[in-house]
């Protein structure tokens, strides 16, 4: 199993960046599919970015062109750059990690099986 720890949450202005961390530890980081999800107040938990083992990504329509997952396997970290935010995207976001191959679409909060605690971003118009 993985522990996995976000941070880089944080208040910002509409139009503005942030960049968000997740850490591992626990286990082989590199052997891990990851991804990042979100949950605003009142809403389901939705997904929006996932980086393969080789570090091939797919976004979200909703925040393609905006956001970036990325990974350091070295510094056993997984990254969401998200530029140009927008008060829909005040959410709490989390990182996810899946050591197997998916038995369902990466895009499904229950393809994951681990988890970390979540960061907040709250973005202000």
């Known amino acids: 199993q993985v522990l996995l720890v976000e941070s880089g949450g944080g208040l910002v202005q509409a139009g503005g960046s942030l960049r968000l961390s997740c850490a591992a530890s626990g286990g082989s980081f590199s052997n891990y599919y990851m991804g990042w999800f979100r949950q605003a107040p009142g809403k389901e938990r939705e997904f929006v970015a996932h980086?393969?083992?080789?570090?091939?990504?797919y976004h979200a329509d909703s925040v393609k062109g905006r956001f970036t997952i990325s990974r350091d396997n070295a510094k056993n970290t997984v990254y969401l750059q998200m530029n140009s935010l927008n008060p829909e995207d005040t959410a709490v976001y989390y990182c996810?990690?899946?050591?197997?191959?998916?038995?369902?679409?990466?895009?499904?909060?229950?393809?994951?099986?681990?988890w970390g605690q979540g960061t907040q971003v709250t973005v202000s118009s």
């Open positions: 980086i393969s083992r080789s570090g091939g990504t």
């Open positions: 996810a990690a899946h050591l197997a191959p998916f038995a369902m679409p990466y895009t499904r909060q229950a393809a994951y099986s681990e």
